[in-house]
């Protein structure tokens, strides 16, 4: 199957074979990455720019790390220190990445829409590396390409997305990405981080962390957005942890071969505790391993449109 894609917006349009093939090519993807010298040429002569509005430390530099271990030319567009700060747009900063002949432009923003604006701007191809609260589409490909390694497959499998749902583009992606493979998706947390039309995207919601938790194979546990408590969204971070924070208490009502996910960075403590983070359960260190070969599959999808076999070279 051929990738006829031109950008990677979010898991809300791409298909399952779409999802399946993304995750297929980043098996050789990950071969390439265990290698002593980690490059082809597979992408030589082609150029890629990170454009991140937010900070980042995975998926950015693990963006640039796809792109060279594929052999690319990258550049990293810093906006504390670019002309963004002297009021320049976005489409016009679109308009100078174009003329510079970037063949793809990776781009995080706060707005949701953003990459999508880009997208229709540039002839370049725009992946989107997380737009507002909206998607988060390379997260959710790498975490199901790390539940997926795991766990055989997707089909029946129970998946509880832990925390803030609501300010969650991790969580909106996980819960497209999943449910079109046939998992049966939860989302746990308490009811002010939870949007109520969530359970129109084919998720169920339960507000009790053992309900939520019982029988599941695979939590991915969200990021506390500390910021949310300043405006009264769950009344103190020690009661949050109390309630929603996984620890080995709440890890026993899950399957005994539970999956413990969580895309980083880590409060450590509060959403989860330093036991279970660093416990036989979690997969983190993992899933950025697994974020490489990924974005490494994305980059080539897009680029040589997976016809090209140069992977050996
Ligand atoms: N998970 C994630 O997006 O991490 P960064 O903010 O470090 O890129």
Redesign the pocket.
Known sequence: MKFKRKDVLGLEELTAEEITLILDTAEPMKEIMSRDIKKVPTLRGRSVITLFYE??????SSFELAAKYLGADTSSIAIATSSVQKGESLRDTARTLEAMAADVIIIRHSAAGAPHLLARWVKARVINA?DGAHE?PT?ALLDMFTIREKKGGFKGLKVAILGDITHSRVARSNIWGLTKMGAEVRVVGPATLIPPEIERLGVKAYYDWEEGLKDVDVINVLRIQLERQKKGLFPSIREYTKLYGLDQQKLQVAKPDVLVLH???VNRGIEISPDVQDGPHAVINEQVTNGVAVRMALLYLLMAGGEKDELSA
């Not at 900070?55 to 950015?60: D, M």
């Open positions: 900070p980042s430390t995975r998926t950015r997380g988060h997260q895309p980083g960075p």
